[in-house]
């Protein structure tokens, strides 16, 4: 089996925590970087903690590049629900290891030009603000040829916004960003709110994990009871959806989804329905496709998908 060549851009973050460690313990996967962005956290605080989850998976090989340090256009919009350091009352050691010299957005032009040069492309993991995809893209447009496809977690179409009435935490933190992306003709795959509310990570679901995950299991099972948004009336159970680790889920096993193909359209001017994704479902805009939304989760599969490979940090059991 050839590994498919991914890039990691996010901003950690509990769920994109939970994301990375899941890809760590995936063969499917040849992690090329990750590259931090400004969002949930200052981008010094987002490099930091990816430093520190990567030691935390035993991946402090992944080189880690510090980018974007605020949206191109808007001023940053913190995450809510991370805590203070953006990992929840999570305990983990000073990093080791060091960032790379060279910043997130100069990689991604070099790498994926290469990319374009080789035919080897690459695939790009967005769990954050795009705002270094967007930065890259306007130096170097060709590098979108590099691109095998993004697979991204953001916006809400039938789902209600979760940081506005109508808009998604990642798209509201930079819009103008997102425009460039979703202009930009490179194959996308979008998991929204829509999907990721479907997938709920419960109390009984972390005391599985915990129970699954061999020598990080403290410091999984902090990083998931914290993420507990006891709002039952929104989500129909105590807990909180599982938004960025549905890319790595979607990579591993796209038969647990349904997708739709439409037409998105990224709200960049009005204040009212700043970030707000529009998906013109029936064509109505008479312009092609740009993206598959999600739209179905099979959520007990994602649950067992990930309850496996969490399983791999278990010195007993082979991965």
Same mark, same amino acid.
Request: charged share 20%; proline share 6%; glycine share 8%.
């Given at each position: 089996?050839?590994?498919?060549?991914?890039?990691?851009?996010?901003?950690?973050?509990?769920?994109?925590?939970?994301?990375?460690?899941?890809?760590?313990?995936?063969? *499917?996967?040849? @992690?090329? #970087?990750?590259?931090?962005?400004?969002?949930?956290?200052?981008? /010094?605080?987002?490099?930091?903690? #990816?430093?520190?989850?990567?030691?935390?998976?035993?991946?402090?090989? @992944?080189?880690? %590049?510090?980018? $974007?340090?605020?949206?191109?256009?808007? /001023?940053?919009?913190?995450?809510?629900?991370?805590?203070?350091?953006?990992?929840?009352?999570?305990?983990?050691? !000073?990093?080791?290891? /060091?960032?790379? *010299?060279?910043?997130?957005?100069?990689?991604?032009?070099?790498?994926?030009?290469?990319?374009?040069?080789?035919?080897?492309?690459?695939?790009?993991?967005c769990l954050g603000p795009m705002t270094n995809l967007a930065m890259a893209l306007c130096i170097d447009p060709k590098i979108a040829d590099g691109i095998k496809r993004i697979v991204m977690m953001g916006g809400a179409y039938?789902?209600?916004?979760?940081?506005?009435?109508?808009? *998604?935490?990642?798209?509201?933190?930079?819009?103008?960003?997102?425009?460039?992306?979703? $202009?930009?003709?490179?194959?996308?795959? !979008?998991?929204?709110?829509?999907?990721?509310?479907?997938?709920?990570?419960?109390?009984?679901?972390? +005391? +599985? =994990? /915990?129970?699954?995950?061999?020598?990080?299991?403290? $410091?999984?099972?902090?990083?998931?009871?914290?993420?507990?948004?006891?709002?039952?009336?929104? %989500?129909?159970?105590?807990?909180?959806?599982?938004?960025?680790?549905?890319? @790595?889920?979607?990579?591993?096993?796209?038969?647990? =989804? +349904?997708?739709?193909?439409?037409?998105? =359209?990224? *709200?960049?001017?009005?204040?009212?329905?700043?970030?707000?994704?529009?998906?013109?479902? %029936?064509?109505?805009?008479?312009?092609?496709?740009?993206?598959?939304?999600?739209?179905?989760?099979?959520?007990?599969?994602? @649950?067992?998908?990930?309850?496996?490979?969490? $399983?791999?940090?278990?010195?007993?059991?082979?991965?």
């Amino acid at each position: 089996m050839t590994a498919t060549q991914i890039i990691i851009d996010c901003d950690p973050g509990i769920d994109d925590a939970i994301a990375l460690l899941a890809a760590f313990v995936s063969p *499917e996967f040849d @992690i090329l #970087a990750i590259t931090a962005v400004s969002g949930n956290q200052p981008v /010094e605080q987002t490099v930091r903690n #990816a430093l520190q989850i990567c030691e935390l998976g035993g991946r402090a090989d @992944i080189p880690v %590049y510090t980018g $974007s340090h605020r949206p191109l256009v808007r /001023e940053a919009i913190r995450g809510q629900f991370h805590g203070n350091t953006g990992l929840g009352n999570t305990c983990l050691p !000073a990093p080791i290891a /060091e960032p790379e *010299e060279n910043g997130a957005v100069e990689y991604l032009v070099d790498r994926l030009g290469e990319a374009r040069r080789t035919g080897e492309l690459v695939t790009l993991c967005c769990l954050g603000p795009m705002t270094n995809l967007a930065m890259a893209l306007c130096i170097d447009p060709k590098i979108a040829d590099g691109i095998k496809r993004i697979v991204m977690m953001g916006g809400a179409y039938r789902e209600p916004g979760n940081r506005t009435m109508t808009t *998604e935490y990642n798209m509201l933190t930079d819009p103008h960003a997102a425009h460039v992306v979703f $202009s930009s003709g490179i194959p996308i795959v !979008a998991l929204p709110l829509d999907a990721t509310h479907q997938v709920i990570l419960t109390p009984d679901h972390v +005391k +599985k =994990f /915990e129970a699954a995950s061999g020598r990080i299991s403290a $410091s999984v099972a902090d990083l998931m009871a914290f993420w507990d948004r006891n709002q039952v009336e929104r %989500y129909g159970s105590r807990g909180g959806p599982l938004h960025d680790p549905l890319v @790595i889920a979607w990579l591993l096993a796209p038969r647990l =989804f +349904k997708t739709k193909r439409a037409r998105i =359209f990224i *709200e960049h001017e009005s204040e009212l329905c700043m970030g707000q994704t529009v998906a013109d479902w %029936y064509g109505s805009s008479g312009l092609a496709p740009n993206a598959e939304i999600v739209t179905q989760v099979d959520a007990a599969g994602v @649950i067992d998908l990930f309850l496996d490979r969490f $399983s791999r940090y278990n010195p007993d059991i082979a991965a």
